[in-house]
């Protein structure tokens, strides 16, 4: 494991402490437990998991930190130790979907999942901290929903396995919060395991943990987070999915994932419309690069995975517009520089790139890309490596 990923773990390890010590100041007793969820970063398939298609994500060290206790008045208290502001209170009935409740709406948003799923849930008390860069595509919102279940789920015992939580969570972003976004998120901050990597398929649910040690192999898996803020809910993300769905429609399919590489010539001959010609196009490569990198990662051709990674920028940029100035100067500069792939990652618009590069031409690849940065004008960007990490749990 790197200095970097020891020294987010240990930030962990901290806050365990000090979550629940500043939960004792806010609420005047002691929380019932601690918990921790991660964010993650994905290594390959994007805009794929609404599609039913296939996914890759890792979990990140970097945590989101919840201490619970539960109420018997059906009341919710939260707080943020990342927000300037004081303890939000909700009584029952202020838990409606898309009500104007800020950052809450992530934790505030399980619980009203949990009660509509018929889960008995009466109320809570919860203090949360966090590491995940919130704005950088390394889904802190997840982290907060996935924490806040497997406390509840937890206290109330609920008996909910990794699987049904994380649906929740989703559930709870896109019904509450107002975000059209797939399950791979929630999956990978409930379902990732400390050394490897994912590989899901969104349609049934069923994963597989794939050994992702690069250490071994003398490689190096970059996260730069360009510091470009996105929002997933002002429209763009909904729209690609409003178009995909229109596009599968077109085509006669229930999702594009019942569309593959084979059958796509065809399939785009038969869309008139160039918007949606072009999603189909994005979604259904994708998923085939997904394939194509587990066959390569089980047969052991880890290097041969970066070029997959640029390949799928390429078409994130082109086909799906959903990239920006920063990220593609990432990607440029970093394969310049001699990494062997590079691609966003995420929603988009903003957000973090991975770099897939030689671990002794690592801080060649960084000093490139800070270098890009710099010239352009553009504020500096945070490069961290991805550390494949445990998904939820509980501290304490």
């Known amino acids: 494991m790197t200095d970097i990923g020891q020294a987010e773990i240990a930030r962990s390890d901290i806050a365990r402490t000090d979550i629940a010590r500043d939960f004792r100041r806010l609420y005047g007793y002691a929380p019932e437990g601690v918990w921790a969820a991660p964010g993650r970063v994905n290594l390959i398939g994007e805009y794929t998991d609404f599609n039913d298609g296939f996914v890759m994500p890792l979990a990140l060290p970097h945590t989101a930190v919840a201490a619970v206790a539960r109420r018997s008045d059906g009341r919710l208290r939260v707080h943020s130790?990342?927000?300037?502001?004081?303890?939000?209170?909700?009584?029952?009935?202020?838990?409606?979907?898309?009500?104007?409740?800020?950052?809450?709406?992530?934790?505030?948003?399980?619980?009203?999942?949990?009660?509509?799923a018929g889960h008995p849930v009466a109320g809570a008390d919860v203090h949360?901290?966090?590491?995940?860069?919130?704005?950088?595509?390394?889904?802190?919102?997840?982290?907060?929903?996935?924490?806040?279940?497997?406390?509840?789920?937890?206290?109330?015992?609920?008996?909910?396995?990794?699987?049904?939580?994380?649906?929740?969570?989703?559930?709870?972003e896109n019904a509450f919060v107002g975000v059209p976004c797939g399950v791979m998120d929630q999956?990978?901050?409930?379902?990732?395991?400390?050394?490897?990597?994912?590989?899901?398929?969104?349609?049934?649910?069923?994963?597989?943990?794939?050994?992702?040690?690069l250490a071994a192999r003398g490689l190096r898996l970059l996260v730069v987070d360009t510091r470009v803020k996105h929002a997933l809910g002002d429209g763009a993300y909904a729209e690609r999915r409003a178009g995909c769905e229109a596009g599968a429609r077109a085509l006669g399919v229930r999702t594009l994932r019942e569309i593959d590489h084979v059958q796509l010539p065809d399939a785009?001959?038969?869309?008139?419309?160039?918007?949606?010609?072009?999603?189909?196009?994005?979604?259904?490569?994708?998923?085939?690069?997904?394939?194509?990198?587990?066959?390569?990662?089980?047969?052991?051709?880890?290097?041969?995975?970066?070029?997959?990674?640029t390949e799928g920028h390429a078409s994130l940029r082109d086909d799906l517009r959903v990239s920006c100035p920063e990220l593609d100067l990432v990607v440029a500069a970093a394969t310049e520089a001699g990494a062997l792939g590079a691609?966003?990652?995420?929603?988009?618009?903003?957000?973090?790139?991975i770099v897939l590069t030689e671990a002794d031409g690592a801080e060649t690849v960084t000093k490139a890309v800070e270098a890009a940065f710099a010239a352009a004008g553009f504020t500096a960007p945070r490069v961290f490596p991805a550390v494949p990490s445990a998904g939820a749990r509980r501290l304490a």
């Open 268 to 309: 785009l001959r038969r869309l008139p419309d160039r918007t949606i010609r072009s999603y189909v196009r994005h979604v259904v490569s994708d998923n085939d690069r997904v394939r194509r990198t587990i066959a390569l990662l089980d047969a052991g051709d880890v290097r041969a995975v970066g070029p997959v990674l």
């Open 81 to 116: 130790a990342d927000v300037g502001q004081g303890v939000v209170e909700l009584a029952p009935d202020d838990l409606v979907p898309r009500a104007d409740t800020g950052w809450a709406a992530y934790p505030a948003g399980v619980v009203w999942a949990l009660r509509d």
């Open 128 to 172: 949360l901290a966090s590491t995940v860069p919130t704005g950088a595509g390394l889904s802190s919102s997840a982290a907060l929903e996935v924490v806040t279940a497997l406390a509840l789920s937890e206290l109330y015992e609920l008996g909910l396995d990794r699987e049904a939580l994380a649906v929740l969570a989703q559930r709870a």
């Open 343 to 353: 691609r966003m990652t995420g929603g988009g618009f903003g957000g973090s790139a």
């Open 187 to 213: 999956m990978a901050s409930a379902c990732c395991t400390e050394g490897h990597a994912l590989y899901l398929d969104t349609r049934d649910l069923s994963h597989r943990q794939v050994p992702f040690d």
